[in-house]
């Protein structure tokens, strides 16, 4: 099992921003973490304490957290669920909020890998998006991790931002292939209903490259980072041979994992079945439910939304998605299901077939959503 904590609080909400993050409430982290600890040792009277494969500290800005209260948070949900040995245990930071006294107290706790939020390289682009941080910030953050013997690092990218460039975007990826990092992940912007950025783009204050030009920079991503030996092994993410974040993997491969902490999702083997539950977002709403062992929002998967769910987080993957695996997790061939859709997608070059696996092929990657929702007919 895998393990995931949610840290919801954030200096400032940044303008694209539409994940469960609080700005401004900072005061709320202790009483935050006595919960996080509560609902660690429900969930480990209901499942039994186990030992972790990974453990993810997200966000939000797990960075803001004061060292005190991060050590208290970790130790108290490590006596029910400690990272087994040799467990990868990777926290997400802010360039703009990370400290020495932060990383030295983390790393004393175990963390071997950290997740700096760069974005881009220029400081318009970062203040059009509402980031906290100046790309000298990011350069600072990768010394500090270093210095707290954190070498595997990864950096977050975004491309296909209002008035960004093709020439821009590469002067990013070089600038973050000049900090040495072991994983990078690349997103395509997605303006989310609600924000700031969003509204700016509605009322025409800002506007997005063209498709075609979007197309180019995620292209120039896998050029340039192959060229530079990182390896795409996910639609967003690239990494050096070895250093594929296994948590995430863990996501797309459906191992199951456990989320603690507002708006957290588990993904858990319930008396056999296949089961999704999630915290609510809010802070008060957390406080009062989920922290206390009320009933959280629970799902049991039916076998045939399993079997989609396999295909839709497969297909994200360079690996794809084997017979063999398919078979073995759903007790049916994969091609009794979805070949015949599958066939008829690699003929329009969409998916091809490795092995015994289906993956996307890259024009499939521009179109996955639609190559999904052909699947999900069938
Ligand atoms: S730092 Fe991350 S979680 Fe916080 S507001 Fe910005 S994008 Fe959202």
Same mark, same amino acid.
């Given at each position: 099992?895998?393990?995931?904590?949610?840290? =919801?609080?954030?200096?400032?909400?940044? %303008?694209?921003?539409?994940?469960?993050?609080?700005?401004?409430?900072?005061?709320?982290?202790?009483?935050?973490?006595?919960?996080?600890?509560?609902?660690?040792?429900?969930?480990?009277?209901?499942?039994?304490?186990?030992?972790?494969?990974?453990?993810?500290?997200?966000?939000?800005?797990?960075?803001?957290?004061?060292?005190?209260?991060?050590?208290? &948070?970790?130790?108290?949900?490590?006596? @029910?669920?400690?990272? #087994?040995?040799?467990?990868?245990?990777?926290?997400?930071?802010?360039?703009?909020?990370?400290?020495?006294?932060?990383?030295?107290?983390?790393?004393?706790?175990? &963390?071997?890998? *950290?997740?700096?939020?760069?974005?881009?390289?220029?400081?318009?682009?970062?203040?059009?998006?509402?980031?906290?941080?100046?790309?000298?910030?990011?350069?600072?953050?990768?010394?500090?991790?270093?210095?707290?013997? +954190?070498?595997?690092?990864?950096?977050?990218?975004?491309?296909?931002? !209002?008035?960004?460039?093709?020439?821009?975007?590469?002067?990013?990826?070089?600038?973050?292939?000049?900090?040495?990092?072991?994983?990078?992940?690349?997103?395509?912007?997605?303006?989310?209903?609600?924000? !700031?950025?969003?509204?700016?783009?509605?009322?025409?204050?800002?506007?997005? =490259?063209?498709?075609?030009?979007?197309?180019?920079?995620?292209?120039?991503?896998?050029?340039?980072?192959?060229?530079?030996?990182?390896?795409?092994?996910? +639609?967003?993410? @690239?990494?050096?041979?070895? @250093?594929?974040? %296994?948590?995430?993997?863990?996501?797309?491969?459906?191992?199951?994992?456990?989320?603690?902490?507002?708006?957290?999702?588990?993904?858990?083997?319930?008396?056999?079945?296949?089961?999704?539950?999630?915290?609510?977002?809010?802070?008060?709403?957390?406080?009062?439910?989920?922290?206390?062992?009320?009933?959280?929002?629970? #799902?049991?998967?039916?076998?045939?939304?399993?079997?989609?769910?396999?295909?839709?987080?497969?297909?994200?993957?360079?690996?794809?998605?084997?017979?063999?695996?398919?078979?073995?997790?759903?007790?049916?061939?994969?091609?009794?299901?979805?070949?015949?859709?599958?066939?008829?997608?690699?003929?329009?070059?969409?998916?091809?077939?490795?092995?015994?696996?289906?993956?996307?092929?890259?024009?499939?990657?521009?179109?996955?959503?639609?190559?999904?929702?052909? *699947?999900?007919?069938?």
């Amino acid at each position: 099992m895998e393990l995931y904590i949610h840290i =919801p609080f954030c200096r400032r909400k940044c %303008r694209y921003c539409d994940f469960a993050s609080y700005a401004g409430r900072e005061g709320h982290i202790p009483a935050y973490v006595d919960q996080v600890i509560a609902e660690a040792a429900l969930r480990a009277a209901e499942l039994g304490p186990q030992p972790v494969e990974t453990v993810y500290l997200g966000g939000g800005t797990p960075s803001l957290l004061p060292p005190a209260e991060l050590q208290r &948070l970790l130790q108290g949900v490590f006596r @029910f669920f400690p990272p #087994e040995n040799g467990a990868e245990f990777t926290s997400e930071a802010n360039p703009g909020t990370l400290t020495p006294a932060w990383l030295e107290t983390a790393s004393a706790l175990g &963390l071997n890998r *950290l997740s700096l939020g760069m974005q881009a390289a220029q400081p318009e682009l970062l203040a059009l998006l509402g980031r906290i941080h100046t790309p000298e910030q990011v350069a600072l953050s990768v010394r500090l991790a270093r210095e707290a013997g +954190i070498e595997n690092l990864s950096l977050d990218l975004m491309f296909g931002l !209002p008035g960004q460039t093709l020439p821009q975007w590469r002067e990013t990826l070089r600038a973050a292939l000049g900090l040495g990092p072991r994983h990078l992940s690349c997103y395509g912007l997605i303006p989310e209903e609600g924000t !700031p950025l969003k509204a700016d783009l509605d009322a025409g204050r800002l506007s997005l =490259p063209e498709e075609e030009t979007e197309r180019a920079m995620y292209d120039e991503a896998l050029t340039l980072l192959a060229s530079e030996g990182f390896a795409q092994y996910e +639609i967003s993410n @690239f990494a050096r041979p070895g @250093f594929a974040c %296994r948590h995430n993997l863990g996501y797309w491969r459906r191992v199951p994992y456990l989320g603690l902490g507002a708006s957290a999702a588990s993904f858990l083997l319930l008396a056999g079945r296949e089961t999704r539950q999630t915290n609510p977002p809010g802070l008060a709403a957390y406080a009062d439910t989920a922290a206390r062992g009320e009933p959280r929002e629970t #799902e049991t998967i039916r076998p045939e939304d399993a079997r989609f769910e396999t295909m839709m987080l497969g297909l994200r993957l360079n690996e794809g998605v084997s017979e063999a695996d398919f078979l073995r997790r759903h007790g049916v061939p994969l091609d009794s299901v979805y070949g015949e859709k599958l066939r008829d997608q690699a003929a329009r070059g969409l998916v091809e077939k490795a092995g015994d696996a289906w993956r996307l092929t890259r024009r499939g990657m521009d179109i996955q959503n639609s190559v999904l929702v052909e *699947l999900m007919d069938g």
